[in-house]
């Protein structure tokens, strides 16, 4: 009798949560494991899968929101034997350092110890005779392809998926060692070298001789505060490829400031095909002066880079904590205004506590606002918030003559009846849900209500020094 063929199932819990556009390289490292040892697998893309075909089924969750898909909730006891889970969305929010650190390390070692894996031989080089090497498995590029073709089908561009076809993806490096309390990394001590270029670079060509992946994008946690014997041999690598690529986590700006190297960083990356903005990161406002210092170096060789900080917010907010929001969102409109002076844009990275926050509302409209470029460039969070209330009143049929309004001329219209008296059709306008969200925040904070203003109307425009950097 013929040997029943092995079938495996990989999962990207994310996904089907609908919470992520990144493909998950661990299961793209793991399907090209199974396809160098022949082994068939299959994405599983569908909540209600039927499990039964298959021997094992990994799932891998990176966000600790996304839900479990169905067929793993629904599972018999036995079935969920056939389960492998990993990935920090099992313990990224684990509070017991102790604990954490226990579960992080299981979860970063637990496949290269699979037993299943392990009785199949590594096709990838180096010392390990049998199971995945993680650092030199080639990503399975095709992995997604399946998800991409059903997208397409139901009517979506191709294009949206772009990260799932038109990239190589890896880690050059891994680490870090700044320890930011609400990062996963916050344990690491040191940045290690990773994989190298060529075990994550595809070279698959279309019928046209063209890669079918010609850019590349990088996970590393924090390249540039790795020794620069490595930093400086890996960026000159990913130079010499030709290749436009992109660091998708952010870079460490300070290191500009801190490292003796940084005019050296801020000029080679000047040189290089870049794709995208430049993405750094600006998580704390106690980093401005270091900020501030690397900034100079940055623009100084990168005048005309479009440059994007990641803004992180919203952590440890609570119902009541009213000083706590009120110094969060403070430290958000500080670190915008920094920005803007230097001609950079900002993008809010919400940590998931903002849901507790008294407003938690106002983060979204700052998100919407700020990581949006078209409205960052051109208009104030005051004039964006105005704008929305133009477009619902024009949505709604009333006649609107002023598409913009300042703060007060706002208030004098809305003490004055304005927005309560019917137009000729008998219909009152309402506050639209944006514009109410800043209202709120103003009548929350009655004794930062000149601040809070001051901050809602910084404007790129009124702000942009380039003497600054010149
Ligand atoms: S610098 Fe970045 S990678 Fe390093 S601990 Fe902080 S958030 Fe994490």
């Keep these: 009798m013929p040997k029943k063929k092995l079938k495996i199932g990989l999962v990207d819990a994310d996904l089907l949560c609908n919470g992520t556009r990144h493909p998950n390289l661990v299961l793209m490292k793991l399907a090209g494991f199974l396809n160098d040892n022949g082994i068939d697998f299959k994405l599983i893309i569908d909540q209600d899968e039927d499990i039964t075909p298959y021997k094992l089924i990994y799932i891998s969750r990176v966000f600790t929101f996304t839900q479990m898909p169905a067929f793993y909730e629904n599972a018999t006891p036995a079935q969920k034997r056939k389960f492998r889970r990993g990935g920090t969305g099992f313990y990224a929010n684990e509070?017991?350092?102790?604990?954490?650190?226990?579960?992080?390390?299981?979860?970063?070692?637990?496949?290269?110890?699979?037993?299943?894996l392990c009785q199949y031989p590594n096709h990838r080089g180096g010392p390990r005779k049998n199971g995945i090497d993680l650092a030199r498995q080639m990503p399975?590029?095709?992995?997604?392809?399946?998800?991409?073709?059903?997208?397409?089908?139901?009517?979506?561009?191709?294009?949206?998926?772009?990260?799932?076809q038109q990239y190589s993806i890896g880690f050059l490096t891994r680490g870090c060692i700044r320890h930011c309390p609400f990062c996963i990394n916050k344990l690491e001590d040191k940045i290690f070298p990773y994989s190298d270029l060529e075990w994550f670079l595809d070279e698959e060509r279309d019928e046209q001789g063209r890669l079918v992946r010609p850019y590349i994008y990088l996970w590393d946690d924090n390249f540039l505060a790795a020794?620069?014997?490595?930093?400086?041999?890996?960026?000159?690598?990913?130079?010499?490829?030709?290749?436009?690529f992109q660091?998708?986590?952010?870079?460490?700006?300070?290191?500009?400031?801190?490292?003796?190297?940084?005019?050296?960083?801020?000029?080679?990356?000047?040189?290089?095909?870049y794709h995208g903005d430049f993405i750094f990161a600006f998580d704390n406002w106690k980093d401005r002066p270091l900020i501030e210092r690397a900034l100079k170096?940055?623009?100084?060789?990168?005048?005309?880079?479009?440059?994007?900080?990641?803004?992180?917010?919203?952590?440890?907010?609570?119902?009541q904590g009213y000083q706590k929001f009120y110094r969060d969102i403070w430290e958000i409109f500080q670190r915008i205004k920094v920005l803007m002076t230097y001609g950079c844009?900002?993008?809010?990275?919400?940590?998931?506590?903002?849901?507790?926050?008294?407003?938690?509302?106002?983060?979204?409209?700052?998100?919407?606002?700020?990581?949006q470029q078209a409205f960052y460039k051109?208009?104030?969070?005051?004039?964006?918030?105005?704008?929305?209330?133009?477009?619902?009143?024009?949505?709604?049929?009333?006649?609107?003559?002023?598409?913009?309004?300042?703060?007060?001329?706002?208030?004098?219209?809305?003490?004055?009846?304005y927005y309560d008296r019917e137009d000729s059709r008998g219909k009152v306008r309402k506050i639209c849900k944006t514009l109410q969200t800043l209202l709120d925040t103003l009548e929350m904070f009655p004794e930062h209500r000149e601040e809070l203003l001051e901050m809602f109307n910084y404007k790129m425009s009124n702000l942009n020094d380039p003497k600054l950097w010149e």
Excluded at 352 to 371: G, K, T
């Design 95 to 116: 509070l017991n350092v102790n604990i954490y650190r226990q579960k992080r390390d299981d979860d970063m070692t637990q496949l290269e110890r699979d037993e299943f």
């Design 140 to 164: 399975y590029y095709h992995l997604y392809d399946s998800f991409v073709d059903r997208k397409v089908a139901e009517g979506f561009k191709r294009d949206k998926y772009k990260d799932y």
């Design 227 to 244: 020794d620069p014997a490595i930093w400086r041999a890996k960026l000159q690598q990913l130079i010499n490829t030709g290749r436009p």
């Design 247 to 273: 660091f998708r986590q952010g870079l460490d700006e300070r290191m500009l400031a801190q490292s003796p190297h940084g005019e050296e960083m801020a000029e080679m990356l000047s040189k290089t095909k």
């Design 297 to 319: 170096i940055w623009k100084h060789y990168n005048p005309q880079k479009g440059t994007k900080f990641y803004l992180f917010c919203g952590f440890k907010q609570t119902e």
């Design 345 to 371: 844009v900002g993008y809010l990275m919400r940590h998931e506590d903002y849901h507790n926050a008294p407003i938690s509302n106002l983060y979204i409209q700052i998100a919407r606002w700020c990581n």
């Design 378 to 417: 051109k208009m104030s969070f005051w004039e964006y918030s105005y704008r929305n209330q133009t477009f619902w009143e024009q949505g709604a049929g009333f006649e609107v003559l002023k598409p913009v309004k300042p703060y007060e001329e706002f208030l004098r219209d809305y003490e004055t009846g």
